[in-house]
Structure formats: structure tokens, C-alpha cells
């Protein structure tokens, strides 16, 4: 008998993937079991699975913002949801939907060849769509935050899938209630809101110098400016393993603030809550002079000090023996503790 069904097709099972390619970093791991989600119609199905069996689970999206250890036991979801349209265009705003596993900056690109500039500060971060709003990446001055309208996902908790507005996001500096919420939430989609008005916004100090002379630049141009800091100051991963930042930059009382500018009269900061204010974590490392400095096979960069690098074969233990040398150090010198950005999985 022929019988016809709405089931969606299953996810593809993959046993002992290796990931060194699917993690800028570079490490070698190998998942114990991966599942390659398409469509989210694979998702209850997949988590249904997963929990019947009791098995640990995470998501991997670009790899861009992850440790791995050697071996990934249990389910690692890759993401490869790839929709991507234009809901709505209204007279204030355009509403693009797009599947959490398109590459950022593909869609950066998308948006500028679609005349819809706003997102050009973000470009050439690495990534997946699907994994920005989890860290609300930001760069230049410019938070992904305040383009986004809502998010959908599957909650695992929950078994259903549910749509976040932008509040129910909780969105703060490298921080969300995704994040917040860890092992979760499946971020599917991503709903953005790219206001017709646009202004240029080149105030942050590595593109005020490139526009000295230009007061009205176009978003290309910037777009194209944010690419040549960005390749200069980090690493393009396909030449040397990196997950971009390593540490956030911390927040400190603005007591404990002023008492080391007296000390470090030359110490980056910028202003962040009430009494407090936010310190560049490259620069104090860069101060403890670890900039270029290698270790084994890890070390960190020579023109960034706050990302990390793996100059081939380093693992996990390598790099988290680095960043645990860097913070003691930094704590020691200048009494800031730093948190590590990546998750460590
Ligand atoms: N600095 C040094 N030495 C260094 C590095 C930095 O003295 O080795 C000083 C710089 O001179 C500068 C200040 O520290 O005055 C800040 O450096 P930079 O402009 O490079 O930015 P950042 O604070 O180090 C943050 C984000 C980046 C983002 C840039 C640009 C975090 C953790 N990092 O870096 O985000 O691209 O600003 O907006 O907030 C990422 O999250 O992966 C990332 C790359």
C-alpha cells in the first residue's frame, strides 16, 4: 500500500564525525554521533531521541565560539538551516527572516547587495545567523541586538518551539537569555528588523581614523573599512585556528577604575553601567606582555593580544593552560580577573 505522510524527512545521522574543520580554532575533535538538521520539522524528533537515550547534547553552528575537547560524547546538532527571505517592508523598516545556519557574513554581504545597509559594522564576524543572538555579537560600535525583531527556536525544555521578542532576549554585552539558559534552546530562525533610516557609524576609534577625511561615508565604504581592521587585527581562521576574542572584556567598579588609572594613566576603557566602567582586556594582557608570545603550540596573536591562536596540532588542555597563565597574570599585575568569551564544551 502506498502510504503518503507529512513526517519530515529524518535527520541525517552521522557517527564519529571528525569537527578540526568545523571549528575555527582549529582543534581536533571527534563527535560521537552528529545529526545534520535541514529543516526545523527534524528538531522534536531528534530531541525526542536524544532524551530517551539520555544522551549529553550541544548544538554546533560555524564553530566560531567554541572549545572542543577531543571527543564530543553523545549528539552534536550541526545546523544548516539556510532559508532566507523578506517578510515585509514596511515605510520604517524591512523584516528578513533567515534560517539560523546561514553564514553571517554572507548575510551581511545579502543585506548591502539588497540595499539594506545597517549591519555593515558587523562584517567578517564568523559564524552561523543562528549563533549570533546567543552572544549578541557586536563590533564597531554596533550590537546585532538592536536589528533584531524576534527569534524563534525549539526549547528543549519545553519540547515546543517558541518565538522570543527582542526583550524576551535579555539581550546585554556578549550575553542573552539563550546564553543564559544553556543546552536549551535551538535557534532556528532569526527575524531582523533593518530600519530604512541609516546613518553612518564610524565613531569607534579604529574606523574614525580610517574616515578622517571622508564625513559622510557610504555603508560599503565602511563596510569595506570594518574588513581591512578586522583582517589586520585578527586572524582569518583557515590560516591560523582562532576564536576570535578570547576573553570579554571586564567590567570594573569605577573606584577600582580610577585607582588604576592613577597607576596606568594610558589604560583603554570605555564607558559602560552606571559606576562602572568596561576595560580592554587586550590591552592589559598586551601590558603583561604576552602579545606574539607562543606556547607549545598555541599562543596569541602578534596584533591582537586578546585572541588566542593554534598554530596547529594545540588542543583544548593547550589553550585553557594559555588563558589560565594570561588571567593569573592579569589578576596579578593589575588585580582584573577575565572571564574566557568561547564556550567550553
Ligand atoms: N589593545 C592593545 N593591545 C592589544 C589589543 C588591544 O593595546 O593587543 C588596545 C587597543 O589599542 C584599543 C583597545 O585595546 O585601544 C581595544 O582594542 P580593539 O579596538 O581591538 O577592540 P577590543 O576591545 O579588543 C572588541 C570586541 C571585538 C570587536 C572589537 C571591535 C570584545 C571581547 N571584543 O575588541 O569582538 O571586534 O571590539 O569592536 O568585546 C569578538 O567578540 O570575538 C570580537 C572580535
Same mark, same amino acid.
Given at each position: 500500500?502506498?502510504?503518503?505522510?507529512?513526517? @519530515? /524527512?529524518?535527520?541525517?545521522?552521522? !557517527?564519529?564525525?571528525?569537527?578540526?574543520?568545523?571549528?575555527?580554532?582549529?582543534?581536533?575533535?571527534?563527535?560521537?554521533?552528529?545529526? &545534520? =538538521?535541514?529543516?526545523?520539522? *527534524?528538531?522534536?524528533? /531528534?530531541?525526542?531521541?536524544?532524551?530517551?537515550?539520555?544522551?549529553?547534547?550541544?548544538?554546533?553552528?560555524? %564553530?566560531?565560539?567554541?572549545?572542543?575537547?577531543?571527543?564530543? #560524547?553523545?549528539?552534536?546538532?550541526?545546523?544548516?538551516?539556510?532559508? *532566507?527571505? $523578506?517578510?515585509?517592508?514596511?515605510?520604517?523598516?524591512?523584516? =528578513?527572516?533567515?534560517?539560523?545556519?546561514?553564514?553571517?557574513?554572507?548575510?551581511?554581504?545579502?543585506?548591502?547587495?539588497?540595499?539594506?545597509? %545597517?549591519? &555593515?559594522?558587523?562584517?567578517?564576524?564568523?559564524?552561523? /545567523?543562528?549563533?549570533? #543572538? $546567543?552572544?549578541?555579537?557586536?563590533?564597531?560600535?554596533?550590537? =546585532?541586538?538592536?536589528?533584531?525583531?524576534? /527569534?524563534?527556536?525549539?526549547?528543549?525544555?519545553?519540547?515546543?518551539?517558541?518565538?522570543?521578542?527582542?526583550?524576551?532576549?535579555?539581550?546585554?554585552?556578549?550575553?542573552?537569555?539563550?546564553?543564559?539558559?544553556?543546552? +536549551?534552546? $535551538?535557534?532556528?530562525?532569526?527575524?531582523?528588523?533593518? !530600519?530604512?533610516?541609516?546613518?553612518?557609524?564610524?565613531?569607534?576609534?579604529?574606523?574614525?581614523?580610517?574616515?578622517?577625511?571622508?564625513?559622510? !561615508?557610504?555603508?560599503?565604504?565602511?563596510?569595506?573599512?570594518?574588513?581591512?581592521?578586522?583582517?589586520?587585527?585578527?586572524?582569518?581562521?583557515?590560516? $591560523? %585556528?582562532?576564536?576570535?576574542?578570547?576573553?570579554?572584556? @571586564?567590567? =570594573?567598579?569605577?573606584?577600582?577604575?580610577?585607582?588604576?588609572?592613577?597607576?596606568? #594613566?594610558?589604560?583603554?576603557?570605555?564607558?559602560?553601567?552606571?559606576?562602572? +566602567?568596561?576595560?580592554?582586556?587586550?590591552?592589559?594582557?598586551?601590558?603583561?606582555?604576552?602579545?606574539?608570545?607562543?606556547? %607549545?603550540?598555541?599562543?596569541?596573536?602578534?596584533?591582537?593580544?586578546?585572541?588566542?591562536?593554534?598554530?596547529?596540532?594545540?588542543?583544548?588542555?593547550?589553550?585553557?593552560?594559555?588563558?589560565?597563565?594570561?588571567?593569573?597574570?592579569?589578576?596579578?599585575?593589575?588585580?582584573?580577573?577575565?572571564?574566557?568569551? #568561547?564556550?567550553?564544551?
Amino acid at each position: 500500500m502506498n502510504s503518503t505522510t507529512n513526517a @519530515p /524527512v529524518p535527520a541525517k545521522l552521522i !557517527p564519529n564525525l571528525g569537527l578540526k574543520g568545523r571549528n575555527t580554532l582549529g582543534l581536533d575533535a571527534m563527535a560521537d554521533l552528529a545529526y &545534520e =538538521i535541514n529543516s526545523p520539522a *527534524q528538531i522534536p524528533a /531528534v530531541i525526542s531521541q536524544i532524551t530517551e537515550k539520555n544522551l549529553p547534547w550541544r548544538v554546533l553552528g560555524g %564553530g566560531s565560539n567554541v572549545i572542543l575537547p577531543t571527543t564530543l #560524547p553523545g549528539a552534536t546538532l550541526l545546523m544548516n538551516i539556510t532559508d *532566507q527571505v $523578506i517578510e515585509s517592508a514596511d515605510p520604517d523598516a524591512t523584516l =528578513i527572516s533567515v534560517g539560523g545556519g546561514v553564514g553571517w557574513h554572507e548575510f551581511v554581504i545579502w543585506t548591502l547587495e539588497h540595499d539594506l545597509p %545597517g549591519l &555593515e559594522n558587523l562584517a567578517l564576524i564568523p559564524g552561523t /545567523v543562528g549563533a549570533a #543572538p $546567543i552572544q549578541n555579537i557586536g563590533a564597531y560600535g554596533v550590537e =546585532i541586538a538592536e536589528y533584531i525583531d524576534h /527569534v524563534e527556536a525549539f526549547d528543549a525544555k519545553a519540547h515546543a518551539f517558541v518565538t522570543l521578542s527582542k526583550d524576551e532576549c535579555k539581550f546585554a554585552y556578549r550575553d542573552s537569555y539563550f546564553k543564559q539558559n544553556p543546552q +536549551r534552546f $535551538i535557534v532556528t530562525k532569526v527575524v531582523f528588523r533593518i !530600519p530604512k533610516a541609516w546613518e553612518a557609524r564610524v565613531h569607534y576609534a579604529d574606523l574614525a581614523k580610517q574616515f578622517a577625511n571622508n564625513p559622510y !561615508p557610504s555603508a560599503e565604504e565602511i563596510f569595506l573599512a570594518v574588513c581591512k581592521v578586522r583582517t589586520h587585527k585578527l586572524p582569518d581562521p583557515k590560516r $591560523i %585556528g582562532n576564536a576570535g576574542s578570547f576573553f570579554q572584556n @571586564p567590567v =570594573i567598579p569605577n573606584e577600582q577604575f580610577e585607582t588604576l588609572l592613577k597607576k596606568y #594613566p594610558a589604560l583603554v576603557s570605555y564607558p559602560d553601567a552606571p559606576g562602572k +566602567r568596561k576595560v580592554a582586556a587586550g590591552w592589559l594582557i598586551d601590558q603583561c606582555g604576552f602579545k606574539g608570545q607562543r606556547m %607549545g603550540n598555541v599562543g596569541v596573536y602578534e596584533n591582537q593580544a586578546l585572541v588566542l591562536v593554534n598554530h596547529g596540532g594545540g588542543t583544548a588542555k593547550d589553550i585553557l593552560g594559555l588563558a589560565k597563565c594570561i588571567q593569573d597574570k592579569v589578576r596579578e599585575k593589575f588585580g582584573v580577573g577575565l572571564d574566557i568569551e #568561547p564556550n567550553i564544551l
